[in-house]
């Protein structure tokens, strides 16, 4: 089945820690983006790559870090930087052209 | 600054009735315009894209678009219990490549049995 996964489900982080989420697709979209939701909140985009080895920052980068090695997989690390990590992270694909998003199924990060 | 703004509810419609959910938006030379659906605790799911002013049908679902008004809006007929979720207008800028959507904080629908 063609899909997007993100894994995995549930993070923790304790404080100071640098954590990465997994992101992987298999509709051989070009286009792949991260955004943070938080509660009553709408999406907000933090990183976005249209081509592997390529990407550019969003709105709210800060904190975070991606890479694009494979056109399949666009992991995001969020760093000790980050000082409130506590979100809902929505990983998302777009084929070329960069019109309709598709979501996976979401990273919930808390902190301990 | 791009904005999309929505009323954050909870919107509430009788089982059977029409819901009629309201999105605007500041940038005139916004081409692009999704509505998602997002239950509680899951991520969005795409119901429907407009690009052209006027209406688009898609089964229950009827998208409006106004580009002149600056306002999108989504009609759910014959709403039923299961329609129960948040629902997300997003907005595509015109020649901004293939960066991200920008979104509306969500109007949170309640159909009553």
């Known amino acids: 089945d063609g899909g997007i996964t993100q894994s995995p489900k549930y993070l923790f982080r304790k404080e100071g820690q640098n954590v990465t989420l997994s992101c992987e697709q298999n509709l051989n979209h070009d286009a792949m983006y991260w955004y943070r939701q938080d509660p009553g909140q709408g999406l907000r985009l933090i990183y976005y790559?249209?081509?592997?080895?390529?990407?550019q920052k969003g709105d709210i980068a800060e904190g975070y870090s991606v890479s694009r090695e494979k056109k399949e997989s666009f992991p995001l690390t969020v760093t000790s930087a980050q000082k409130n990590p506590t979100a809902f992270y929505l990983c998302?694909?777009?084929?070329?052209?960069?019109?309709?998003?598709?979501f996976g199924p979401g990273t919930r990060l808390l902190v301990l | 600054q791009k904005e999309v703004e929505q009323n954050s509810g909870p919107l509430s419609v009788p089982e059977g009735a029409i819901a009629s959910l309201n999105c605007t938006y500041s940038d005139r030379v916004s081409q692009s315009f999704f509505w998602y659906r997002q239950y509680s605790g899951k991520s969005p799911e795409l119901i429907m894209s407009?690009?052209s002013n006027g209406d688009k049908e898609d089964g229950r679902f009827t998208a409006q678009l106004n580009k002149a008004s600056q306002y999108v809006s989504l009609l759910i007929r014959d709403s039923q219990p299961s329609d129960s979720a948040t629902y997300l207008c997003a907005v595509k800028l015109w020649g901004g490549g293939a960066d991200g959507l920008t979104f509306g904080k969500g109007t949170h629908l309640i159909i009553q049995p």
């Open positions: 790559s249209q081509i592997v080895n390529d990407f």
């Open positions: 998302a694909s777009s084929p070329e052209g960069g019109e309709t998003q598709y």
């Open positions: 407009i690009y």
